[in-house]
């Protein structure tokens, strides 16, 4: 079966992404039995909050080292020691040193949100083929909500996947003041590629929240966070209607791959090059939570 690659900005390489689970992921995505259990009980709630209750109990600590030992993770980045998490899903959503992450200093820059792979494009109505051949990004039905749709289908649209390796807190892109967040219910499929190849639309039916950040140097942006398959907790942990600054913290995923979107005003900003060059050959760029995403226009 075809590998999932991206670029990492770090290496200057293309690298083969280590699937968590990739095994079931296959069979419930490609398989027609797994399809039967995809759609009666993968894609439901319940699933996630049963694993997700599962991955909150004393005993799943015992995951913690065998993951890190496996995926190469650098405990040196990590705020607390390993063995002072009290369960696999308090690891998961771990908070990093400051260091881990330096904030792109530059006033005119804007940040990625959150580590991952991340597709950029200058016009939401250019996308097109992303994953899947002949499907179209549906903007109106991503943000439930046609006028705020108009307002930004010629704007400027970010896609960052996380994976179940990845540091899983996101953060604001900008400086600004945050409105409150809202929700849309949805089911919880996979935002992973494997999932994705066969429905995009996951991408815009999933369990989602939208919160509109007002900036002085990049209009209103919308942030989104869209949950997964065993991600049934967003949390946020900003303060609505108060300031905050590029590189705070917003929120964070429980257990699970999950995404962030991030969408500007047409002509806001200007995406870095990398990112551009990468996401029009359809190859996701890999890069951390707090490094140049793009610039003022």
């Not at 409150?180 to 089911?187: D, L, M, N, V």
């Not at 942006?221 to 209607?241: F, H, K, R, S």
Request: net charge neutral; glycine share 8%.
């Amino acid at each position: 079966m075809e590998p999932i690659q991206y670029f990492n900005r770090h290496t200057g390489k293309i690298e083969t992404e280590q699937v968590y689970g990739e095994g079931f992921l296959r069979w419930s995505y490609a398989n027609p039995l797994g399809a039967i259990s995809l759609h009666a009980f993968v894609k439901r709630p319940f699933f996630s909050a049963w694993y997700g209750r599962k991955m909150s109990t004393p005993a799943s600590a015992n995951r913690i080292a065998p993951f890190i030992r496996h995926y190469g993770l650098d405990p040196a980045d990590f705020a607390d020691s390993p063995d002072s998490y009290g369960s696999f899903n308090e690891f998961f959503f771990r908070k990093l040193k400051p260091s881990a992450r330096p904030v792109d200093p530059d006033e005119n820059s804007v940040v990625f949100p959150a580590d991952g792979r991340h597709l950029g494009f200058q016009k939401a109505s250019d996308i097109s083929g992303v994953f899947v051949k002949g499907q179209r990004f549906d903007l109106p039905t991503l943000l439930d909500d046609a006028a705020l749709a108009k307002k930004y289908a010629d704007g400027t649209l970010i896609l960052s996947r996380l994976c179940p390796v990845d540091y899983h807190r996101f953060h604001f892109p900008a400086a600004g003041i945050p409105g409150k967040t809202r929700s849309i219910a949805g089911p919880l499929f996979s935002v992973s590629p494997i999932a994705l190849r066969q429905k995009l639309a996951y991408l815009w039916t999933n369990k989602r929240t939208v919160t509109e950040l007002k900036t002085e140097q990049f209009g209103t942006v919308l942030l989104m966070e869209i949950g997964a398959t065993c991600v049934g907790t967003i949390g946020q942990t900003y303060e609505p209607d108060s300031p905050v600054a590029k590189g705070d913290e917003k929120g964070y995923f429980a257990f699970g791959g999950s995404s962030t979107l991030t969408l500007f005003e047409p002509g806001a900003i200007r995406l870095a090059e990398d990112l551009v060059e990468k996401s029009a050959k359809q190859i996701e760029l890999y890069a951390h939570f707090g490094e140049r995403m793009g610039t003022a226009s």
